[in-house]
């Protein structure tokens, strides 16, 4: 396994699930469901608190790293068990048959492999009208690390991670307003237009606004606020 940053998780506490809120983004919707369901979250060994009219997002970020830091050295617990080698470092492909590793000081460390999966992950599509600044303009990496929840924010892209941060965003007490070029929600060709019009309905109950057939074309800031 060769990997150049850290992997993300979540957490069971008792009948409570503790979001990572950096955990893969198919997970992160029953962090919405948990909060339009509660009113006050309060476990015995978490110390915060979290109300429908306020979210200490420092607490919740706390807790997260405690989390993660607990489960990554799990993880790497079973890789050793399993006689699985973890390298940290950047990849690259030497030859047929060879990875090299490199880590932050530029060391070497030779890999062959018989078989290659390459399983880099993503990164955010940084647009050149809307440079990220991690203030206001806030990529998909910025949300999974907020400390405080916004008064209002627009979500350009009505697509599978757009929708899923509306739904967290509006949980938390966020006025959310999704923005989609296409005709509808989730404009993707596997799903069907009758799934992309029950979750329409169900962000309506949730009082997340969502323009369709509309393009984001540009965005001032003014006040400290964007328009």
Not at 28 to 49: G, M, Q, Y
Not at 97 to 102: D, P, Q
Not at 161 to 186: K, N, P
Request: net charge neutral.
């Amino acid at each position: 396994v060769l990997h150049q940053g850290h992997a993300p998780f979540f957490k069971r506490e008792g009948p409570v699930t503790i979001l990572d809120l950096s955990v893969p983004r198919n997970v992160s919707p029953a962090l919405s469901d948990l909060v339009n369901n509660l009113t006050v979250l309060d476990l015995d060994d978490l110390k915060h608190w979290y109300r429908r009219e306020a979210a200490d997002m420092a607490a919740v970020m706390a807790r997260k790293k405690q989390i993660v830091e607990t489960q990554r050295k799990g993880i790497y617990a079973l890789l050793e068990h399993g006689n699985v080698k973890y390298v940290q470092g950047k990849g690259r492909i030497k030859k047929a048959g060879m990875a090299v590793a490199v880590d932050a000081e530029g060391a070497e460390t030779e890999v062959p492999f018989d078989r290659l999966i390459i399983a880099t992950g993503t990164t955010p599509l940084n647009i050149p009208a809307f440079p990220f600044d991690g203030q206001h303009i806030l990529s998909s990496n910025h949300l999974l690390s907020l400390t405080e929840v916004p008064e209002s924010i627009v979500i350009v892209g009505g697509g599978v991670i757009g929708c899923e941060f509306a739904c967290i965003l509006s949980a938390l007490g966020a006025q959310v307003t999704v923005v989609e070029a296409m005709s509808r929600l989730l404009p993707l060709p596997s799903v069907d237009e009758s799934c992309s019009k029950i979750l329409q309905r169900e962000m309506k109950k949730r009082k997340i606004k969502f323009i369709t057939d509309q393009v984001v074309e540009r965005a001032a800031l003014s006040d400290e606020k964007l328009t």
